[in-house]
C-alpha cells in the first residue's frame, strides 16, 4: 500500500521557510490553474494559530517573524516563493454535473520542505480568482474559525485530515447572508488534490494528455509503489477507494457529518477535505442533516458512505479515458464495500470495548447484531452520541452492578437492560476486565469534540473582538480523549463535555458556513 506522508505532533527543530521550486504543480503546464494577483486585506490581524503544527512543520521561529502576518493574511509573497495557483477543476455537486469550477477561493502558496515531507501552504479566503464564478472569493471569519478548529480537532482524533496553521483576520466587509468581516486560513497537505481534478480533464477540457500527465504526475509523487503495478491507473482507483472507504468508517464512528460531500470537495490522498457546513452529532438521528442548504437529505450522515461510493465512481468515469475498460473500473471500486464494512465493524467494535473472539462467526453476525440494537435504541431515545460512547466505558461487569450512568440516557430503559444483559454476556465470553477495557475505550470515545454550540460560542466572543476562547477550545480539541486535560487557563473543562444547551438546537449551517 502506498505511504501518506502526514505530519505528526513530534516535536521537530525550527528550520527556515524553504519553498520547493520542483513542486507538484509547478511540473505541470499552465492548464491546470491560474495565478491571479494578490489582493491584500487591510487591517490584517491575528485571529489564532496552532502552535503545535507550527512546531511540527518547524515553522515556529518563522510563525512569529515578521513576515508571517502579512504572507498568511495574501498581503504579501513570501521571500524565495513565486505566485500562488488557483487550481482549476470540475465536479457534481449535489449529484448534478456542476461543470468547471476551481480554487475560487483559495490559494496555493507553494511547496515546502519540512521535516515530515513536502507540504503545500493554501490560503482560503484570499480573493477572487477566475474560477471564483463572479463571487468575491473571500471567507468570513465565522467559517474560518470553524475549519481551523475542526481540522486541528479530526487530526486529533486521527482521523485523516489537511491541517490549518492560522487564521487572520481583517475589518474588510463581506457580504453573505448578513455583512460580515473577512478572515484567511492556512491550509496545509501533502496534497489538495480532488476528484475533481480528474473528472475536469476528462469530461470539461476532454484534454486526455493533460489527463494523463496529471495522473502520471499523482503516481510519480504521492503513489510510486503503483507505478510498477499491471495496470497502474486501475491501482490508482482501487488504492483511492480503499482509502475513501477507511476515511468514512472514521467519519461514521465519530458521529462526524461533512455536509457537503461534492466531487470536487473529495481528497485523492483520503483526506478530510473543505470543512464547511460540518457538524458532530447531538442527540442520535442517522437521518441528520447537518447542512441547512442540503433540502433532499443527501449528505445526511447515514447516507455519506454510500454518497463516498457514488463519488468513487465519478472518479473512475474521470479516469475511463486511461482505464479504457468500465468492467475492470468496476471491479477496481467493488472493494469499497468489504472494506468500509470490515473498518466499520472494527470500529463499533472499538468504541464498544469489544475484542474479536476466536470462536466468534468470521462475518462478525453476532457483534453486528449486538451493535445495531444499540443503534436502534440510541436513535429512537435520540440519545446524545458522544457522551452515550464515553459513559459506556464505566460499564460494569460485576453481577447485579448498576448502570445509572449509562441507563440514564435512554428513554426506554427495560430495553436497554436487555441489551446491556447481552452486551454483558458478551464481555464476559471474552473475559474482559472493565478497568483495562475503559482505558481501551477511552482512547477511541472522545470525550470532548467540536459541537456547534462550542464553535458558535468562540465565534460570538470573536466577532466582538476576543479571540481568547478560540484559542482556548483549539487547545483543549488537541486532547479529546484525556479525561482531565492540562489547560493552564482552563481550570474546568467539564462544561465542554456536557449536553448541548437548548438554544443550540436552533443553530443552522449552510454551504457559507
Known amino acids: 500500500m502506498a505511504s501518506l506522508p502526514m505530519p505528526t505532533d513530534a516535536p521537530a527543530p525550527a528550520v527556515a521557510l524553504t519553498w520547493r521550486h520542483d513542486g507538484f504543480f509547478e511540473r505541470l503546464s499552465a492548464a491546470y490553474g491560474s495565478r491571479p494577483p494578490l489582493q491584500p486585506v487591510p487591517g ?6 496552532s502552535e503545535p503544527l507550527a512546531r511540527t512543520l518547524g515553522l515556529g521561529d518563522w510563525l512569529d517573524s515578521p513576515e508571517a502576518l502579512p504572507v498568511l493574511a495574501g498581503n504579501q509573497v513570501a521571500a524565495g516563493a513565486g505566485p500562488g495557483l488557483a487550481t482549476v477543476y470540475s465536479g457534481h455537486q ?24 513536502p507540504m503545500e501552504l493554501q490560503l482560503k479566503g484570499a480573493g477572487s480568482t477566475p474560477y471564483s464564478r ?3 472569493g473571500r471567507a468570513v471569519l465565522r467559517s474560518s474559525i470553524r475549519e481551523f478548529l475542526c481540522s486541528e480537532a479530526m487530526h ?24 460580515e468581516t473577512a478572515a484567511i486560513v492556512t491550509r496545509v497537505a501533502p496534497s489538495f488534490l480532488r476528484f475533481g481534478h480528474f473528472e475536469h480533464f476528462a ?21 510510486p509503489a503503483l507505478q510498477g503495478a499491471a495496470q497502474p491507473y486501475l491501482a490508482l482507483l482501487q488504492e483511492v477507494t480503499l482509502r475513501t472507504a477507511r476515511l468514512l468508517a472514521q467519519w461514521q464512528a465519530l458521529g462526524f457529518c461533512h455536509g457537503v460531500m461534492n466531487t470536487d470537495n473529495m481528497s485523492l490522498l483520503g483526506l478530510t477535505l473543505d470543512y464547511g457546513p460540518f457538524g458532530f452529532l447531538d442527540a442520535f438521528d442517522p437521518g441528520h442533516i447537518c447542512n441547512h442548504s442540503d433540502h433532499q437529505g443527501r449528505y445526511a450522515w447515514a447516507r455519506q458512505p454510500s454518497v463516498a461510493f457514488w463519488n ?45 473472539l476466536p470462536q466468534a462467526s468470521p462475518d462478525g453476525m453476532a457483534d453486528q447484531a449486538l451493535i445495531d440494537e444499540i443503534l436502534r435504541l ?36 427495560e430495553a436497554f437492560d436487555a441489551w446491556a444483559g447481552r452486551y454483558r454476556a458478551r464481555l464476559l465470553a471474552e473475559h474482559s476486565v472493565d478497568a483495562e477495557r475503559q482505558q481501551r475505550m477511552d482512547r477511541v470515545n472522545p470525550k470532548f469534540v ?20 478560540v484559542q482556548r477550545l483549539h487547545q483543549l480539541l488537541q486532547q479529546p480523549f484525556e479525561e482531565h486535560p492540562r489547560l493552564a487557563d482552563l481550570p474546568d473543562p467539564e462544561p465542554y463535555a456536557g449536553f448541548p444547551p437548548a438554544w443550540a438546537q436552533h443553530l443552522e449551517i449552510s454551504c457559507s458556513s
Open 156 to 179: 486529533a482524533l486521527g482521523v485523516p485530515t489537511t491541517r490549518a496553521l492560522a487564521v487572520v483576520g481583517s475589518p474588510l466587509p463581506v457580504r453573505r447572508e448578513t455583512v
Open 378 to 413: 440510541m436513535a429512537a431515545g435520540r440519545v446524545d452520541f458522544s457522551i452515550f460512547f464515553r459513559r459506556l466505558g464505566r460499564f460494569s461487569t460485576a453481577p447485579g452492578a448498576a448502570q445509572d450512568v449509562v441507563r440514564d440516557l435512554f428513554i426506554d430503559r
Open 94 to 117: 449535489f449529484g448534478v454535473w456542476a461543470g468547471q469550477l476551481g480554487d475560487g477561493r483559495a490559494l496555493l502558496l507553494g511547496e515546502i520542505d519540512t521535516p515530515s515531507g
Open 450 to 469: 467540536l459541537r456547534n454550540h462550542l464553535a458558535e460560542t468562540a465565534i460570538q466572543q470573536a466577532q466582538a473582538g476576543d479571540f481568547s476562547e
Open 312 to 356: 468513487l465512481h465519478a472518479l473512475a468515469q474521470g479516469l475511463m479515458p486511461l482505464i479504457g475498460d468500465s468492467d475492470a473500473a468496476l471491479a477496481a471500486l467493488e472493494p469499497y464495500k468489504a472494506a468500509f464494512a470490515d473498518a466499520m465493524l472494527d470500529a463499533w467494535r472499538a468504541k464498544l470495548g469489544l475484542r474479536r
Open 203 to 223: 469530461h470539461t477540457a476532454a484534454d486526455t494528455a493533460a489527463l494523463q500527465a496529471l495522473a502520471d504526475a499523482t503516481l510519480a509523487r504521492y503513489f
Open 134 to 136: 463572479r463571487a468575491d
Open 44 to 49: 490584517a490581524q491575528w485571529v489564532a494559530r
